[in-house]
């Protein structure tokens, strides 16, 4: 049922190309990540999107910027490299500042450089360090990813009353393209199709930035499962008429508060309503990077509005009709923008919305997944530190 999985970040030390996600689904183009300043551009116009891939993009960023022969003179001595390190991290930071993985990460990364500097005698002893934490952050995040996979599939073929007829509606895109691989809400439809215990997959479009349509639907026919795109509005309609069809419904997580409050994007909040009036498991995917337990509940996460002419307009390449055929230009797809509102109106663009804990049935990690006990809510620190 499934092919090979799509590799988004090809790294090699020294050398980090990130599939181009603006130009999907219409052409797959990689491009090179070579400087600091390219990784921070390639994270904030959303060339790579997804927390987790946003994460390693960063750090993978800088592991190239390390190695690169022009950075040397920056690097002598272990405290000039640290000094780099930190204050490259901080300004990657910056690109996304919703992104509790790429925090983590960050975080992560420069403990270990500091550390590993109280005993260093030279630069390049702290650049091996960097390089040694990065690269295997891109090998965990795969293997996390896999694991949230096959615990996602468990709990929702344990919880599963139907026939073999089993469905299951995700939002956004949080497979290959979200992540260094896999996946993960769309690592669980993965898991799902790999046992041929899934039937159908519904993604929806994600407005205003398509997400679901140009990269989820991307993946999905990449792959050869089974699928079908719907618009946000239609996921009420498509589970009234499919009572006793939809299994469930799986996202991702940008934040999630210790509580279980978790933030994701816009148009998660009302799939969640719409799965508690239908009585449809409603599951998120996450892996335990994007648990901050620094905030209490989902009333901390800063949500980041993002410019009014992501809504007002569209950029698609150009069909020649009356044929489907992309129109070209000395061989390259010709691609425009398009006004679609009218013109004047004011808008309101947020990139994420909070659904309270009290609406998500399973929080599914790395290490497992995490239930609710008798309140509402979640118990993001007790699990992760008993897991």
């Known amino acids: 049922m499934t092919g090979a999985t799509l590799q988004a970040i090809r790294y090699q030390r020294g050398s980090l190309d990130i599939i181009d996600q603006l130009l999907l689904p219409h052409e797959t183009l990689y491009i090179p990540i070579s400087t600091l300043a390219l990784g921070h551009d390639a994270i904030k116009t959303m060339k790579v999107r997804g927390a987790p891939a946003i994460a390693i993009v960063a750090a993978l960023t800088l592991a190239v910027v390390l190695v690169d022969a022009a950075t040397a003179p920056r690097l002598t001595s272990a405290q000039d490299a640290v000094a780099f390190i930190e204050e490259s991290l901080e300004f990657l930071k910056t690109s996304r500042p919703t992104a509790v993985n790429l925090f983590d990460a960050a975080h992560k990364l420069a403990k270990g450089v500091r550390e590993a500097a109280v005993t260093a005698t030279s630069g390049q002893e702290i650049v091996n360090k960097y390089l040694e934490l990065s690269e295997r952050m891109l090998e965990e995040d795969v293997k996390d990813n896999m694991n949230i996979g096959h615990f996602g599939a468990e709990f929702i ?28 809400a769309l690592g669980i439809i993965r898991a799902l199709a790999g046992q041929k215990k899934l039937t159908h997959a519904y993604c929806t479009e994600t407005r205003p930035y398509n997400q679901g349509s140009r990269l989820t639907a991307y993946e999905l026919v990449y792959e050869n499962i089974p699928s079908t795109l719907i618009t946000d509005s239609m996921a009420s309609a498509l589970l009234a008429q499919n009572a006793g069809k939809i299994a469930a419904i799986v ?5 999630v508060a210790a509580n279980g409050d978790t933030a994701n994007k816009i148009g998660t909040y009302q799939l969640a309503i719409t799965a508690r009036y239908h ?5 998120v995917a996450a892996p335990s990077t994007s ?22 307009t569209l950029r698609g390449p150009v069909v020649a009709a009356p044929s489907t055929e992309f129109k070209k230009d000395a061989g390259t797809v010709v691609s425009e923008t398009i006004a679609v509102a009218a ?4 808008v309101w663009n947020p990139s994420f919305d909070v659904t309270p804990a009290e609406l998500i049935s399973a929080i599914v990690t790395e290490k497992g997944v995490v239930l609710k006990g008798d309140g509402q809510q979640f118990d993001m620190k007790t699990f992760l530190s008993s897991n």
């Open 291 to 312: 648990v901050d337990l620094n905030i209490d509940s989902g009333k901390e996460i800063h949500i980041e509005v993002r410019p009014a002419v992501e809504v007002t």
């Open 279 to 283: 009585n449809v498991p409603f599951i």
């Open 343 to 346: 013109r004047g109106i004011g």
């Open 157 to 184: 073929l344990s919880a599963w009353k139907g026939d073999e007829d089993l469905r299951v509606i995700t939002h956004c895109n949080t497979g290959s393209l979200a992540t260094a691989g896999y996946g993960t």
């Open 251 to 255: 996202v991702g997580a940008d934040r």
